[in-house]
């Protein structure tokens, strides 16, 4: 199945009298509602039709729409419109209010093969969801039998259908179940779902990120199923803790001399306090890694770092100032592997780190000048170009996530700006990433580059990372070397 078989249609005929006024175009998060479920679509889908409303309100999403052609009986009129002008077998029926969709979860569904079935319909604790579902063409005449039978009620006709059933199970592996076909009937529905951790940092929102964009490198092999399932707990996990630190009333205040943290991490970590506010952070994360790596015994690193705080003190400055020899010899002394015990320590401190920059962004100053984050002091990990900022090229920190505007054309590691050791190569399959290497330091970084649509805020660089590691076999394959 692929999407030229299948087309989109959103179901906008609704008064919306509970919610008192039009929902459809009513500005959530800085957008009407229904681009919500446009944004959701169009990865997956080409061709959107919108159904129910043909006045012109919703022409600035430059889609068609069209009334129902027979009015008044609800959802199921917009649903026998829709097949009745399909000219594709399948359709994939959305409501409009609906801001939660997945484009991982909908990629799935349009992937699915139907069969003799008459719909794909996912199922919720016994409950239908007939407004996210993909319906046959052979449905429109039990559709225009039960409507000539009086009968408008959309879920009693799909209960005396033959209904392939999207499970709770498999929902789950691309967004939360209890969430993703949350419609608006009223504004405290809005409220709700803006206090989600998935709804006001798009930048942090590291699962959904994942969920929506990992289908073509999984299908590609780039990553396998047990990785999948670890980058999802590992993301999961960054989310949740950043989340902890923030509402804790006990993070650090910090100055103007205090950045880059690099250069007083022994102070930082010296403060009364902060082994208590990091400690709960260690074991879930340990958990994790050990639930991938069964072999692992993680019980004298644990213990190391829990216990001695001068231990603790030590791994994060050595994290901070990116010394990995002493971080190596630090997990050889405590029969951890190097790569491991680098691992934990960096994903333990990540979350705290990026909610103390949050907390503390009023003392950051625009510095195009550094390779170095201005806030922590680590190297970049990954870089974009905003085609809708002029072509800026905006740098993103591997360890605090900060993103800062950087020269277009001068090393990210090195810095040097000799154009002549600098170039950059990509795939002909997919121009949407280039590697961008420098031949006087040897060093490379991934480059996501935004078409001009697109958002930098709307772009997840932590994810990206994991999403592109073929891309650091290619450059380091070439003699790279990572950053």
């Given at each position: 199945m692929n999407s030229s078989d299948i087309s989109a249609y959103i179901i906008a005929g609704g008064k919306s009298s509970r919610f008192g006024e039009d929902k459809t175009l009513y500005r959530f998060r800085d957008r009407p509602l229904i681009e919500h479920v446009v944004e959701a679509i169009r990865p997956v889908i080409e061709r959107i039709t919108i159904i129910g409303d043909a006045s012109g309100k919703f022409d600035r999403l430059g889609l068609p729409s069209h009334g129902d052609i027979i009015s008044g009986i609800g959802p199921l009129g917009g649903l026998h419109t829709a097949l009745k002008i399909a000219d594709t077998d399948r359709i994939f029926v959305f409501a409009c209010d609906m801001p939660g969709l997945n484009s991982g979860l909908i990629r799935h569904m349009s992937h699915l093969d139907i069969g003799s079935h008459h719909a794909i319909v996912p199922v919720i604790d016994g409950f239908y969801e007939p407004l996210h579902a993909v319906y046959s063409k052979t449905c429109l005449g039990i559709v225009e039998h039960f409507i000539g039978e009086g009968k408008h009620q959309l879920v009693k006709m799909l209960k005396g259908i033959d209904i392939r059933v999207v499970t709770e199970k498999e929902i789950g592996i691309y967004a939360d179940p209890k969430t993703v076909f949350r419609n608006i009937n009223l504004r405290n529905d809005l409220h709700d779902l803006q206090s989600k951790k998935y709804g006001n940092q798009p930048m942090h929102d590291h699962v959904n990120y994942f969920n929506d964009n990992i289908a073509r490198p999984a299908s590609a092999g780039i990553l396998s199923d047990d990785l999948i399932r670890f980058y999802r707990d590992l993301f999961d996990y960054l989310d949740t803790h950043r989340a902890?630190?923030?509402?804790?009333?006990?993070?650090?205040?910090?100055?103007?001399?205090?950045?880059?943290?690099?250069?007083?991490?022994?102070?930082?970590?010296?403060?009364?306090?902060?082994?208590?506010?990091?400690?709960?952070?260690?074991?879930?994360?340990?958990?994790?890694?050990?639930?991938?790596?069964?072999?692992?015994?993680?019980k004298n690193l644990h213990a190391a770092l829990t216990d001695d705080r001068e231990t603790l003190i030590m791994a994060a400055d050595a994290v901070l100032n990116m010394d990995?020899?002493?971080?190596?010899?630090?997990?050889?002394?405590?029969?951890?592997?190097?790569?491991?015990?680098?691992?934990?320590?960096?994903?333990?401190?990540?979350?705290?780190?990026?909610?103390?920059?949050?907390?503390?962004?009023?003392?950051?100053?625009?510095?195009?000048?550094?390779?170095?984050?201005?806030?922590?002091?680590?190297?970049?990990?990954?870089?974009?170009?905003?085609?809708?900022?002029?072509?800026?090229?905006?740098?993103?920190?591997?360890?605090?996530?900060?993103?800062?505007?950087?020269?277009?054309?001068?090393?990210?590691?090195?810095?040097?700006?000799?154009?002549?050791?600098?170039?950059?190569?990509?795939?002909?399959?997919?121009?949407?990433?280039?590697?961008?290497?420098?031949?006087?330091?040897?060093?490379?970084?991934?480059?996501?580059?935004?078409?001009?649509?697109?958002?930098?805020?709307?772009?997840?660089?932590?994810?990206?990372?994991?999403?592109?590691?073929?891309?650091?076999?290619?450059?380091?394959?070439?003699?790279?070397?990572?950053?």
């Open positions: 902890r630190y923030l509402d804790d009333a006990r993070m650090p205040v910090l100055q103007a001399g205090d950045l880059p943290l690099a250069g007083h991490a022994t102070e930082l970590f010296s403060a009364p306090g902060i082994g208590k506010l990091l400690h709960p952070g260690l074991a879930p994360l340990m958990g994790i890694v050990t639930s991938f790596n069964t072999g692992l015994d993680l990995m020899e002493r971080l190596e010899q630090f997990a050889v002394s405590h029969k951890t592997g190097p790569d491991e015990a680098v691992f934990i320590i960096v994903n333990w401190l990540k979350p705290f780190l990026v909610s103390l920059r949050e907390k503390n962004a009023a003392l950051l100053a625009d510095d195009d000048k550094t390779s170095l984050c201005p806030f922590c002091g680590s190297r970049p990990d990954m870089a974009a170009i905003v085609t809708g900022m002029d072509g800026k090229r905006i740098l993103h920190c591997s360890l605090c996530g900060h993103r800062w505007q950087y020269r277009r054309i001068a090393c990210a590691i090195c810095g040097t700006e000799d154009a002549s050791q600098l170039e950059y190569f990509s795939s002909e399959e997919d121009l949407r990433y280039r590697i961008d290497v420098c031949n006087s330091c040897g060093g490379y970084i991934k480059t996501v580059r935004l078409q001009k649509f697109e958002e930098i805020d709307d772009l997840n660089l932590v994810v990206e990372n994991v999403l592109t590691a073929h891309l650091d076999s290619a450059a380091m394959q070439k003699g790279y070397k990572k950053p």
